[in-house]
């Protein structure tokens, strides 16, 4: 896989960006995400960004820290999708 990961903090607020950096579709791809409340601001696959909409992430992921149980979630080709820390 060429999934590409970053976790950017200001102040008060954090993003989570997770890059699928290659052709390859995932659904269910096992990902860790930092400790918090997580929501999908932003995915590229979304039609509203001429994407399939085949591949979003609806719903509220709760992440418990690097190592910990990966959350699976779907991740379309060359898309890149950002979470916002809602707790």
């Not at 659904?27 to 997580?38: A, D, E, I, M, R």
């Not at 609806?58 to 809602?86: C, H, L, Q």
Request: proline share 6%; charged share 25%.
């Amino acid at each position: 896989h060429r999934i590409h990961t970053t976790h950017l903090k200001k102040d008060n607020e954090e993003i989570f960006c997770v890059k699928n950096l290659s052709e390859t579709k995932h659904q269910g791809l096992p990902v860790y995400f930092p400790q918090g409340k997580w929501v999908e601001v932003i995915n590229t696959d979304d039609t509203k960004y001429a994407g399939e909409g085949k591949y979003l992430n609806p719903g509220i992921y709760e992440g418990k820290g690097w190592g910990t149980p990966a959350i699976p979630m779907n991740i379309g080709s060359n898309d890149v999708t950002y979470f916002k820390r809602i707790g």
